[in-house]
């Protein structure tokens, strides 16, 4: 990919692969269930269109990367973000998370880094919603997740025939990662009332098209934390880097020059 550099990073108890692209103000990506590949063509694009370094870490656990057996929550995960951005001394770092980062994303607001300025839970999942339940990942097949992820699920569905034997081995070790760190229910129940003590600015930006999370789910994701502007994109899912790439960027963009 134009410009992309992919480097590993020392930051214990973990090594860390992060692609990285850009220059300017400073974005860190956290993926989803998809892996990295999830965010790599969107974090390029920011980076073309905007003044952004943009970097994208890949979970420990996904694409056969090791996972040290001191990181198995979510919370875990955040503590070793953070890591990073004190590895890399970034300060003023707009965190985007969608998906499980989404929810990875919150937990790293509650840890208060002076390094992060703000937080977009773009379509995460993590928390415990009566009535609005995540859609059970681990009991859908391919196309049936598709479908409940797009506003427009053909434009996206994928060829299982096409998959090579790396690329079903990598999906077949993210799903592992999946149920380690979420969970089959992929909520914390303690997470809603945990989030009210955030005080970092925050933005809930959510597919109105999502079956995955439903949109009740981003508003209560919003009235969770204190912080928070919800902002929804209408006629996108799951995944709103993917499907409405140019009103997500125009909203990150907008959030990032906040004071």
């Known amino acids: 990919m134009n410009g992309m550099t992919i480097t590993t990073y020392d ?30 063509g969107f974090a390029a694009r920011l980076a073309a ?28 995960l955040a503590r070793l973000q953070v890591g990073l951005l004190e590895h890399l001394d970034l300060t003023g770092v707009t965190v985007v998370g969608n998906s499980i980062g989404g929810w990875l994303a919150a937990e790293m607001a509650l840890l208060a880094s002076p390094r992060v300025s703000g937080v977009v839970i773009m379509n995460g999942v993590g928390l415990d919603v009566p009535g609005h339940p ?29 998959f090579s034997d790396a690329q079903r081995a ?8 999946i149920a ?34 439903d949109p009740e789910y981003g508003l209560a994701y919003a009235a969770a934390i204190p912080t ?9 899912g799951h995944l709103p880097q993917l499907e409405s790439p140019e009103r997500t960027i125009e909203a990150l963009w907008e959030f990032s020059q906040k004071p």
């Open 11 to 40: 930051v214990p108890p973990a090594t860390l692969t992060v692609d990285e692209v850009g220059a300017g103000r400073p974005f860190l990506l956290l993926h989803g269930g998809a892996g990295p590949v999830s965010f790599l």
């Open 49 to 76: 269109e905007r003044p952004a370094r943009v970097l994208t870490p890949t979970l420990p656990g996904w694409n056969g990367t090791p996972r040290p057996a001191e990181i198995t929550t979510v919370r875990d």
């Open 134 to 162: 995540v859609a059970d990942f681990f009991a859908l097949s391919l196309d049936e997740l598709t479908d409940l992820s797009y506003a427009d699920p053909d434009r996206f569905r994928p060829d299982p025939s096409t």
């Open 170 to 177: 990598a999906m077949a070790g993210n799903r592992e990662a």
């Open 180 to 213: 380690l760190y979420a969970g089959r229910t992929m909520a914390d129940p303690t997470l809603a009332t945990r989030l009210s003590t955030v005080d970092v600015p925050a933005m809930v930006l959510w597919g109105q098209s999502d079956r995955v999370v």
């Open 228 to 236: 928070a502007s919800h902002v929804p994109l209408e006629h996108t």
